[in-house]
């Protein structure tokens, strides 16, 4: 028998931790002192290999300075189909804000003051992309 992969709602929650973690700009070993655990077991629970537990995740909550419903926003209903959870645009948006890049980008972005500028730069980034043309 084949051995299934995460639980979706696991890789969700994971996910969003990691995302948080580096917003703070916090390692994994950091956390995972904070939480008396080895990185490699924060690096699971982020991948959503491991479920986190309810004590652990309001642990986690504590540390990362957010409620725990944070780790769940985003997450579709469970009854909306699959084919239609998979597909959400905000759970790509969700995946990119987890990695160093999509940190970075919304670091930089949100200290734009210029409303304009921000517009502007939307617009170039969806022209190049292909995106939303005018």
């Not at 990695?99 to 970075?104: A, I, L, P």
């Not at 210029?114 to 005018?134: C, F, M």
Request: net charge positive.
């Amino acid at each position: 028998m084949a051995k299934k992969g995460p639980n979706p709602v696991d890789k969700h929650v994971g996910s969003r931790v990691r995302m948080r973690r580096l917003m703070l700009g916090m390692s994994q070993t950091k956390l995972a002192d904070g939480l008396g655990l080895t990185f490699q077991q924060v690096q699971k629970y982020e991948k959503g290999a491991n479920r986190i537990g309810a004590s652990r995740l309001q642990h986690l909550a504590s540390i990362l300075q957010v409620p725990v419903p944070f780790f769940f926003e985003g997450l579709p209903a469970a009854d909306e189909p699959k084919s239609h959870a998979a597909s959400l645009p905000h759970s790509a948006v969700f995946e990119f804000l987890a990695t160093n890049d999509g940190v970075r980008l919304a670091r930089a972005f949100t200290r734009i003051p210029d409303a304009k500028l921000r517009r502007s730069i939307v617009d170039v980034t969806e022209q190049i992309s292909g995106g939303r043309k005018n």
